[in-house]
C-alpha cells in the first residue's frame, strides 16, 4: 500500500488561509469516507484535528475544516496562527485490512 | 482522562527482539480496537498494526509480516507488541493509539526502537 501524496510544505501569514491536500486512489481516499488528519508538532505525540473527512473532535478549533473530491482530500487551517506551524499527516482506510498515512506536510506561519 | 503509556524500547541488535507494551487507562479499554503506528527519525507517520476488542483479527503492515505479533490483555488494559528479527529500518518511535471508527482519537507519547549493532 503507498503513501498518500501531500505537498512538503505549505506556508502562510498569520490571518490566511492554506489548504493542504493528500490525494490517494480509488483504493482508499476515494472509496471511504474514513479520512482523518493529525497534527504534530515537534516531539509530541501526533493530535486528531478531523476525522470522517470533515468532522472536529471536541475541543479542536473550527478553524480547521476538512473536505473530500474523488480521490483527494483536504484540509483548510482558516485564521492561520503561530500555534498552527507543526506537521500536518492524513490518513486512510484502505480496505479492512490495511490503512495508510500521507507523507506529511509541514505547515510554515 | 485518557491515558496510554508506551514502554519496553530500547537498543536492541539486528536480529535481535524486543516487547512493548502501552498501559490504557481513563476508558473502558476491551472496546475499542487499537493500533500501533510507527515513525522513523525525521520521517513521516507509518501505521504497523491493528487489533480487534478480543483479539480475534489482527493486521500488520507488509513490512513487519512474519516478525512482528500485536496482543491484548484486556484483564489489565494492556496493548503488546512483540518485535522479532529486527531490523535497521525498524528503527522508529513507536505509538500506540486508540483506534475508534477508522481515526485515532488518542496517542500514547511513544517509546524509541533503536535497531543497531
Known amino acids: 500500500q503507498s503513501a498518500l501524496t501531500q505537498p512538503a510544505s505549505v506556508s502562510g501569514s498569520p490571518g490566511q488561509s492554506i489548504t493542504i491536500s493528500c490525494t490517494g486512489s480509488?483504493?482508499?481516499?476515494?472509496?471511504?469516507?474514513?479520512v482523518s488528519w493529525y497534527q504534530q508538532h515537534p516531539g509530541k505525540a501526533p493530535k486528531l484535528m478531523i476525522y470522517?473527512?470533515?468532522k472536529r473532535p471536541s475541543g479542536v478549533s473550527n478553524r480547521f475544516s476538512g473536505s473530500k473530491s474523488g480521490n483527494t482530500a483536504s484540509l483548510t487551517i482558516s485564521g492561520l496562527q503561530a500555534e498552527d506551524e507543526a506537521d500536518y499527516y492524513c490518513?486512510?482506510?484502505?480496505?479492512?485490512?490495511?490503512?495508510?498515512f500521507g507523507g506529511g506536510t509541514k505547515v510554515t506561519v | 482522562e485518557v491515558q496510554l503509556v508506551e514502554s519496553g524500547g530500547g537498543l536492541v541488535q539486528p536480529g535481535g527482539s524486543l516487547r512493548l507494551s502501552c498501559a490504557a487507562s481513563g476508558f473502558s479499554f476491551s472496546t475499542f480496537w487499537m493500533t500501533w503506528v510507527r515513525q522513523a527519525p525525521g520521517k513521516g507517520l507509518e501505521w504497523v498494526a491493528n487489533i480487534k476488542q478480543d483479539g480475534t483479527e489482527i493486521y500488520f503492515v507488509d513490512s513487519v509480516k512474519g516478525r512482528f505479533t500485536i496482543s491484548r490483555d484486556n484483564a489489565k488494559n494492556s496493548l503488546y507488541l512483540q518485535m522479532n528479527s529486527l531490523r535497521a529500518e525498524d528503527t522508529a518511535v513507536y505509538y500506540c493509539?486508540?483506534?475508534?471508527?477508522?481515526?485515532?482519537?488518542?496517542w500514547g507519547q511513544g517509546t524509541l526502537v533503536t535497531v543497531s549493532s
Open positions: 493509539a486508540r483506534h475508534s471508527w477508522y481515526a485515532f482519537d488518542y
Open positions: 490518513y486512510s482506510c484502505a480496505g479492512s485490512d490495511t490503512e495508510v
Open positions: 470522517e473527512v470533515n
Open positions: 480509488s483504493s482508499d481516499v476515494g472509496s471511504y469516507n474514513f
